[in-house]
């Protein structure tokens, strides 16, 4: 089972500041990575999948780059809304696996 | 407007089993298979299982592989998850999802609400 890494595991920026998350993969997944936002109390919501496709709705200063074991989800400049929990999952080797998460809190 | 909505909240003892349903809406059922993944307290989400959405094939996270069973029911356009022989580990929040490319992209676009199951003695 391919185990997800993700760092920092909190990230604490000003809303306008750019935020760079990492996810990196115990072994290839070529591209087949997934990004999610999760809100307290929420199910989390598909932003990007391929590693860099955004999915329907999801707002164009979210974007996802990597391939391989090494991932980013980088926000260019962060909204009040954007303050959640976010996770990587993979579908490159089965079964599909999630990273631990990123929380990014307001500083 | 694609909605999935799941039942309510359990409570079960050690050793039970337990069937949730996500009865989905807003889309042609057919079209989409739908994934369960859980949430324990401070952990990370864990995909279970999966049903087709044009035919009754399945398939299931070897960790759950003997406890898990995932069905159907087309005219109901509703997916039901049941997991045998609980055990305290297995308390968490239950999610259906539906697959964002249709089928086998284990992507996961539109999300239930959650159903939390409590294992206690």
């Known amino acids: 089972e391919i185990v997800l890494t993700q760092s920092p595991v909190t990230l604490s920026l000003s809303p306008g500041e750019r935020a760079t998350l990492s996810c990196r993969a115990s072994?290839?997944?070529?591209?087949?990575l997934a990004w999610y936002q999760q809100k307290p109390g929420q199910p989390p919501r598909l932003l990007i999948c391929?590693?860099?496709r955004r999915a329907t709705g999801t707002p164009a200063r979210f974007s996802g780059s990597g391939s391989g074991t090494d991932f980013t989800l980088t926000i260019s400049s962060l909204e009040p809304e954007d303050f959640a929990l976010y996770y990587c999952q993979q579908r490159g080797s089965w079964p599909p696996t999630f990273g631990p998460g990123t929380k990014v809190d307001i500083k | 407007q694609v909605r999935l909505a799941q039942s309510g909240a359990e409570v079960k003892k050690p050793g039970a089993s337990v069937r949730l349903s996500c009865k989905t809406s807003?889309?042609?059922?057919?079209?989409?298979?739908i994934h369960w993944v859980r949430q324990a307290p401070g952990q990370r989400l864990e995909w279970m299982g999966w049903?087709?959405?044009?035919?009754?094939?399945?398939a299931y996270s070897q960790k759950f592989q003997g406890r898990v069973t995932i069905t159907r029911d087309t005219s109901a356009s509703t997916v039901y998850m049941e997991l045998t022989r609980l055990g305290s580990e297995d308390t968490a929040v239950y999610y259906c999802?539906?697959?964002?490319?249709?089928?086998?992209?284990?992507?996961?676009?539109?999300w239930g609400q959650g159903t939390l199951v409590s294992v206690s003695s």
């Open positions: 049903i087709n959405g044009d035919n009754d094939n399945t």
């Open positions: 999802a539906r697959d964002y490319y249709g089928s086998g992209s284990y992507y996961l676009d539109s």
């Open positions: 807003g889309y042609t059922f057919t079209t989409y298979a």
């Open positions: 391929d590693a860099s």
């Open positions: 072994q290839s997944v070529d591209n087949f």
